[in-house]
């Protein structure tokens, strides 16, 4: 998966965040795999690709924090 911006994940649904939050902890198991076995060409992809973890991670975190806040507000004014 290509490198992700936080502007692009604030559009994506809290499934879909998940599926590709999945999707890149084995992508990243597997970079770790070959980081091991000396068969990555390029270590820095392993960095990348946490970087999209944690990027994923805020985006989720805020929207399920958003998502808390909206069920508050709706409980105060029944």
């Known amino acids: 998966m290509a490198h ?8 994506v649904s809290v499934e879909e ?3 590709r ?3 890149e902890e084995e992508n990243l ?5 070959q980081l091991a076995t000396s068969q990555l060409e390029s270590p820095i ?6 970087r999209d973890i944690a990027r ?10 958003q998502s808390a806040q909206s069920v508050k507000s709706e409980v105060k004014t029944i």
């Open 45 to 50: 992809k392993v960095r990348s690709v946490r």
């Open 17 to 19: 965040l998940k599926k």
């Open 4 to 11: 992700m911006k936080a502007r692009e994940l604030h559009e």
């Open 21 to 23: 939050l999945t999707d």
């Open 29 to 33: 198991a597997h970079l770790r795999f």
């Open 56 to 65: 994923i991670k805020t985006v989720l975190r805020m929207k399920e924090s």
